[in-house]
């Protein structure tokens, strides 16, 4: 069985970092290269923090671009929200110390990696976007033929059947870039997205955190010591979850198993003007569209989901230095 082709485009925080875990974790997917966008943090920090988990982890095969650094909609440089760096630290990693790589981002730029990647693997290749979608719908508009070309989208992103955690309607990665993401869905491009629906069911404790302890591995350690960070600010933030969600690490689970999720078949669009700016919802002009490009995931199996996160980056963290 031939393993899944995978890019990450990542804002690397804290649960981007789990989602890195777990697609190292997993020995059905081959990480082709991640991506860098801004979010938890500018695109300079977040592709640091990639290189520098990537050899903590015992990954430096796996190469790392940069991406733009601000929305499509303006030019002024993008600027971290002090509840981002509350939430995911100063450095995005908890304000945890991981030494830097050696290595450096690549030479090509995200966008033209993206469609290199399409191009070469077609069907075979699966995207996970856990930030906005910018470097996304920056590729399609210089390739357009991606979109029938690539093998699936699996973003983690918006909110349909609950509020958001922006405001009442927007959840934080659409509300980065609502306009590439309205793009992105109108595109016709394959993408389920993984919202709050469900990745804020799926909660780690520090209960979790202390069997990756005992693995008694440097890496392991740093790991569990970023998650801990996370989850404190989770205490502040949402009280009532008694856990931090695993947002991010979600996305990738269902991009290898899509059963883990219950989907519902609907075009989708994102508001982009007026006060429900950022709004991630059903697509009136294509609602009765028979061909649907897009899945929203409404239903996940929490129980087997935690199991296999627990287990892959376990397993991850143990053979690690």
């Known amino acids: 069985m031939s393993k899944k082709k995978m890019i990450l485009d990542l804002d690397t925080g804290v649960d981007d970092t789990l989602a890195i875990c777990y697609a190292l974790g997993s020995p059905e997917v081959d990480l082709i290269g991640i991506t860098g966008t801004y979010g938890n943090v ?3 920090q977040g592709v640091r923090n990639a290189l520098a988990i990537l050899d903590l ?5 796996v190469p790392v671009f940069a991406g733009l650094s601000h929305a499509s909609f303006t030019e002024e440089e993008f600027e971290v ?6 939430i995911h630290g100063d450095n995005g990693i908890g304000d945890v110390e991981i030494e830097d790589s050696e290595r450096s981002v690549e030479e090509t730029p995200a966008v033209d990696f993206i469609i290199e990647s399409v ?6 290749l699966i995207y ?4 906005p979608q910018t470097n996304l ?3 399609i508009k210089k390739a357009p033929e991606i979109v029938d070309e690539i093998g699936a989208v699996v973003l983690m992103g918006g909110a349909l059947t ?9 959840e934080a990665n659409i509300s980065q870039d609502p306009d590439a993401a309205n793009f992105v869905f109108r595109s016709g491009i394959p993408a389920t997205m993984v919202g709050l629906d469900v990745t804020l069911q799926t909660l780690l404790t520090y209960k979790d955190t202390a069997v990756w302890r005992e693995k008694d591995t440097y890496a392991a350690g740093k790991i569990a010591d970023i998650t801990d960070y996370y989850i404190k600010a989770y205490e502040t933030t949402a009280p009532t979850l008694h856990g931090c969600g695993l947002h991010d690490p979600l996305a990738v689970a269902v991009a290898i198993d899509p059963t883990l999720v219950e989907c519902l078949d609907i075009n989708m669009k994102v508001d982009v003007d007026g006060p429900t700016r950022g709004r991630t919802i059903g697509d009136t002009d294509r609602l009765n569209d028979p061909v649907k490009t897009m899945k929203v995931a409404v239903k996940v199996d929490v129980p087997r989901f935690l199991d296999e996160f627990m287990t892959r980056i376990g397993n991850l963290v143990a053979a690690a230095k």
Do not use: C, I, M, R
Request: net charge positive; hydrophobic share 40%; glycine share 12%.
């Open 137 to 139: 719908a920056a590729a």
């Open 57 to 61: 982890l015992g990954h430096p095969e």
């Open 81 to 86: 929200l002090p509840v981002s760096a509350f």
């Open 119 to 124: 191009k070469k693997y077609g069907k075979d």
């Open 162 to 170: 609950v509020p958001g955690n922006v405001n009442a309607w927007t």
């Open 128 to 131: 996970v976007p856990t930030g």
């Open 42 to 44: 500018l695109v300079q």
